[in-house]
């Protein structure tokens, strides 16, 4: 019998669909520069998690823009990936850590629960 997960997030997090796009600064297989569209899957104040259509190797910096649904967007939030894996289907995912917390999305998750 397996134990129950004990979640170990600073920042509860919501589950989003948004496009977005992340721009790699400081990347191992990108050049800086590069822009790599895809869909949020995930976000918190911490981090998120996303669909690219280019993957992202752990350690590499973006800078990412997310479109919400009101016409807005945030722009310019720099992260650091974590972790690129797949979805249980096999769809790319990367996640990413804010290099700072993002205030406006503690709101937002509050929203949102």
């Known amino acids: 019998?397996?134990?129950?997960?004990?979640?170990?997030?600073?920042?509860?997090?919501?589950a989003k669909?948004?496009?977005?796009?992340?721009?790699?600064?400081?990347?191992?297989?990108?050049?800086?520069?590069?822009r790599v569209p895809g869909r949020l899957t995930n976000l918190s104040a911490g981090g998120f998690a996303f669909i690219p259509a280019a993957p992202?190797?752990?350690?590499?910096?973006?800078r990412i823009t997310i479109?919400?649904?009101?016409?807005?967007?945030a722009v310019g939030q720099e992260a650091v990936v974590l972790r690129h894996g797949?979805?249980?289907?096999?769809?790319?995912?990367?996640a990413c850590q804010f290099t700072t917390t993002q205030a406006w999305?503690?709101?937002?998750?509050?929203?949102?629960?």
Do not use: I, K, Q, Y
């Open 17 to 34: 669909t948004r496009n977005l796009v992340a721009v790699a600064v400081r990347a191992r297989h990108l050049a800086p520069g590069t």
């Open 86 to 94: 797949a979805l249980d289907d096999g769809t790319a995912t990367t």
């Open 56 to 62: 992202f190797a752990p350690g590499d910096l973006v």
């Open 105 to 113: 999305l503690v709101d937002e998750a509050r929203r949102a629960a």
């Open 1 to 14: 019998m397996t134990a129950p997960s004990v979640e170990r997030r600073a920042h509860p997090r919501v």
């Open 67 to 73: 479109a919400f649904e009101d016409g807005s967007a």
